[in-house]
């Protein structure tokens, strides 16, 4: 075992921290709509932080760390040029406030309201299939990293039985991830995440400052300069990553383009966009997001820069033979590419700080474990069960449903771990598989909340488009013929592009069978105010839509505080945008050597974990808050018990 007595004792009392807020969260689910989004009772800063943890799993720590230390710091520059795009969306409310307004309980619902029960049913199988495709491989990467970290056997033997740990210590991981989702629905999932993400990130800056004192700036730069001698695939300079395999510029081209494509589609977390207290606070909770992820952002990406240092600084000689000795024994390539990092921490952190990281895994293992299970095995039956059945069920029976899908999730996320060979990085897997649903739904949500004459047809027609590519591109990949393989044997077209490609596909069949729809065969117009409950279809719970400049910032519901969040997130994003752009300028002028670009990043990182620190000792507090009115809420709210996400047709 790697890790000692204090090590094993820090995981083992945020477990039992986690297990007594869930039991005593328990009491609180009295409806559908408690165990499915918490009665819609959530407040800002709380949906911000869970949210968010539910998005951070350890299979995406994991991503990050492969994702860096392969690209180094030209995704950050990416992220300046992008993240405007990232902003204008959440301070518009663009998807959200309108689905919101929908009053529908998921997304699938909203799908029926726009098109028919029957596309509703065959979207809400494809975001299943697809869903549980994605998420089938996070308890292999987690129980591997848990694996090689904690030094865990690969194999028991009892008498003249032998079992290898690796199927155990899926089915323990997915046992306890269902048991926290089927417990306290989307209370206790809400609630525990959100005391996850408060715990990681203060790990994260223990972790920064313990880094920073290891490694000095001057090691760090000669390090990365070093390293980026090669034309075209500079660690620091991102004008020069071309040759960077995967990670190069298209690949964060094409995910800009999805991430505004695609917003409210993936249903990994849909139990968090329908759990705010109303449309503004889901709209605040988004711009809150801007602040709540630097921490865990600086981190993500400062840890593989460190271990690229370790790994090829000669200082580290000795530490660096330790860490390929461990590797040396991992067969799959792939995943011993996801070791790297990991390895290079174990090796490095103390005893008590090796505690405190596997605790942030497995914290980040469980939030992603319980959120996934509850939305897929949710989607099952609110959006192809009970369309199906024709009727709703009676309240019981529908949570006892409810719970039972969970359980099949983690069934066939079991065989999918234990029988799936993954040959690709972690991100292009999940853009992929993603892709299933998304390349499609994104034409299909935007269309329908937008556009009038969006059409049920072109809606099929852009669904089946979306995952027909997606698929074909997945089996492309797998099986590899010699005419889908470029010069290094590698796939012709890659996961991302064929991600992109679906997109592309999906939007242009849903326009154009949309329009041949309504103008051929005569079809009437959709009507949106009443779908919206807007102008005279409004009533007294609906909220006032705004136009023109200000649909991008204040409506009537923002507060001093809110415009002060709102000028905050902008000013940010605008800040690293104009720096973004002005280190464009300079590359191009001649400045921007590799040592200025090296010394830039480190400034960068120490800059945004004092900024994280500030921000992680708000979010407790907002969070809290928002914690303790969520409780009171739930104790004196009034349940309807047909609130259950069943559409009735008039």
Known sequence: MNMNLLDWTILAALLAFLVTVLLGSRKFVRSSADFLAAGRLGGRYLLSISAGMSGVGAVTIIAAFEMNYAAGFSPVWWGFITGIIGIISALSGWVLYRFRETRALTLAQFLEMRYSR??????????????????????????????????????????????????LLVMLVLALGVWFATSGGQIAIMVTDFIQGMFCNVVFLVLLIFLFCVFNKEMLISTLVSLSGTSGKSLVDPFQSNSIRDFNPWFFIINTVAAFYSVGAWLGSQGFQVAAKSPHEQKMAGLLGTWRAIAQNMLFLFIPICALVVMNHVEFIPL?????????????????????????????????????????????????????????????????????????????????????????????????????????????YCNITGAIFMGGAGSVIIGGLYWKKGSTLGAWSALTTGSVLAVGNIVLCSWLPAWFRNAEGRPLINEQWGFGISIAGAIGVYILVSLLERFVKHEPDFNLDEMLHRNRYADSESAHPVSGIRALGFTEEFTTGDKFIFFAGLGWTILWFIVGVALAVLEYAGYMDATRWASFWIWYVIVGAVIGAITTVIFLIGGTRDMIELYHDLRNARRDVHDDGWVEHH
């Open 118 to 167: 029957k596309f509703r049913i065959f979207a809400g199988i494809l975001a299943w299939i697809s869903g549980v495709a994605n998420y089938g491989i996070f308890p292999a990467v987690s129980v591997r990293f848990f694996t090689y970290f904690c030094g865990i056997p690969s194999h028991w033997d009892l008498g003249f039985i032998t079992l290898p740990t690796f199927p």
């Open 320 to 428: 660096s033979d330790q860490v390929h000795h461990v590797l040396d024994s991992v067969e799959n390539p792939q995943l011993r590419d996801q070791l790297v990092v990991p390895v290079v921490l174990l090796k490095l952190l103390p005893a008590g700080l090796i505690g405190l990281f596997a605790a942030v895994m497995f914290a980040a293992m469980l939030s992603t474990d319980n959120t996934y299970m509850h939305s897929w095995g949710s989607i099952m039956v609110q959006d192809i069960i009970m369309p199906l059945r024709g009727r709703p069920f009676a309240p019981e029976t529908h949570m006892k449903l409810l719970k039972l899908s969970i359980v099949f999730v983690g069934v066939v996320a079991f065989f999918i771990s234990n029988f799936y060979r993954q040959t690709q990085y972690i991100y292009l």
